[in-house]
């Protein structure tokens, strides 16, 4: 019922920035949360930054101050906006959507296919 399509993932010099974007499609009426999530080889998936949709917003602690979270509602579009990129920012990140109401029901966690992002000189 509900896709996450992510774009804007790429190889960065380190200092360079990326800008990521994902759009969420389906019958639906409103999203809760959304956000994204990275995940690096041999480690686990921990969340970069979210936001309500009230603009209210949650940054983990090695990215803020470098990365900005925002949306569109009226597209059901998140962005990441990731400045001052570091090779220890390489991974997959994925957009997640938690609170979705649809012309069926609420759902929540759905995952984007995920985008990779490299850091590296």
């Known amino acids: 019922q509900v896709q996450l399509v992510e774009s804007g993932g790429g190889l960065v010099q380190p200092g360079g920035s990326l800008r990521l974007s994902c759009a969420a499609s389906?019958?639906?009426?409103?999203?809760?949360?959304m956000g994204w999530y990275r995940q690096a080889p041999g480690k686990q998936r921990e969340l970069v930054a979210r936001i309500t949709s009230g603009g209210n917003t949650n940054y983990a602690n090695s990215v803020k101050g470098r990365f900005t979270i925002s949306r569109d509602n009226a597209k059901n579009t998140v962005y990441l906006q990731m400045n001052s990129l570091k090779p220890e920012d390489t991974a997959v990140y994925y957009c997640?959507?938690?609170?979705?109401?649809?012309?069926?029901?609420?759902?929540?966690?759905?995952w984007g296919q995920g985008t990779q992002v490299t850091v590296s000189s």
């Open positions: 997640n959507a938690d609170g979705i109401y649809t012309d069926y029901g609420f759902l929540y966690d759905y």
């Open positions: 389906g019958s639906i009426f409103s999203i809760y949360s």
